[in-house]
């Protein structure tokens, strides 16, 4: 996968890859869904990105651990704060997004709904 000097820049692009929850493969695994990133006229790295469900998990797992505590521990102020982010994420595009938010907050769709329909202003 890596050839002389390709290290600085997989070094560099691994903890935006991580933080996605993507995968790093050689690029000649390359599906055709895939993203291959090229350093100075050569193929370097393959990048493979989780499936929309699979991000949204990831996600609060990372916004778990900036919080230093289960996000269903945070006080309403809080909960209000992640469901804005989420939103801005587009974490409600994807399928049964809420019911999972819902489930990582402690708190009934009803209330993430109110949550959302609070900072649009309804």
């Given at each position: ?97 809420v019911e999972t ?22």
């Amino acid at each position: 996968m890596t050839g002389t000097g390709d290290e600085p820049f997989i070094a560099a692009v691994k903890p935006l890859v991580d933080a996605m929850g993507g995968e790093i493969l050689p690029p000649d695994e390359a599906g055709p869904e895939d993203v291959v990133l090229s350093w100075e006229g050569a193929d370097v790295v393959a990048v493979r990105l989780p499936q929309l469900a699979d991000s949204l998990d990831h996600i609060l797992a990372a916004m778990e651990r900036r919080k230093g505590k289960p996000l269903a521990d945070l006080d309403r102020k809080a909960k209000q704060e992640v469901v804005r982010i989420l939103e801005a994420r587009g974490a409600f595009s994807v399928r049964h997004g809420v019911e999972t938010v819902a489930s990582a907050l402690g708190v009934s769709r009803f209330t993430v709904y109110n949550y959302l329909n609070r900072e649009k202003g309804v």
